[in-house]
């Protein structure tokens, strides 16, 4: 079953203001591609596995870039490959460094269910403490290297 059954998909700026804004005490997972997409899709398929685990201290949303509506955000977070995942905690944008030299936004999928789960538990305690950006716990070679492949969608 693919993930996109479960998990919001969000296609007007307005949802994706008020999810960021409503999501108290809880990370905010959100999901920027295109359902279309291989990596999305297998992303959303790590995402909707994980959201079940997770929802204690997490909530995991799709935005469609394709949507003329959320383009704003496309273009604030600076989305130029997909998928990337953005982090949010109390409506802060939280950040992770993961050894790239970008700590917005997470790019590519994941390896595996627990890599998803571990980087989210990461941000939630490090946002519990306050921090606005946590090191990636996941080690160098299940993190998607990305550095020599930016240009435009």
């Known amino acids: 079953m693919s993930g996109n059954q479960m998990l919001p998909t969000l296609t007007k700026k307005r949802e994706v203001d008020s999810i ?4 108290i005490d809880k990370v905010l997972v959100l999901r920027f591609g295109r359902s279309s997409d291989a990596v999305c899709l297998q992303l959303d398929d790590l995402l909707y596995k994980s959201a079940r ?9 799709l935005v469609d870039i394709d949507s003329e509506d959320v383009q704003v955000y496309v273009k604030y977070f600076d989305i130029t490959l997909i998928p990337s995942t ?19 936004k997470w790019v590519g999928s994941f ?13 939630f305690r490090g946002a519990m403490k306050g921090k606005l950006i946590v090191t990636c716990p996941l080690p160098p070679e299940r993190i998607p290297k990305f550095q020599l492949l930016y240009r435009d969608v």
Not at 20 to 23: A, K, P, Q, W
């Open 86 to 104: 953005v982090f949010f905690f109390n409506a802060q944008h939280m950040k992770m460094d993961s050894g790239s030299a970008d700590h917005t």
């Open 53 to 61: 685990e997770v929802s204690k201290f997490a909530t995991i949303a």
């Open 20 to 23: 960021i804004r409503d999501t």
């Open 111 to 123: 390896h595996r269910k627990q890599d998803v789960i571990d980087v989210i538990e990461t941000i």
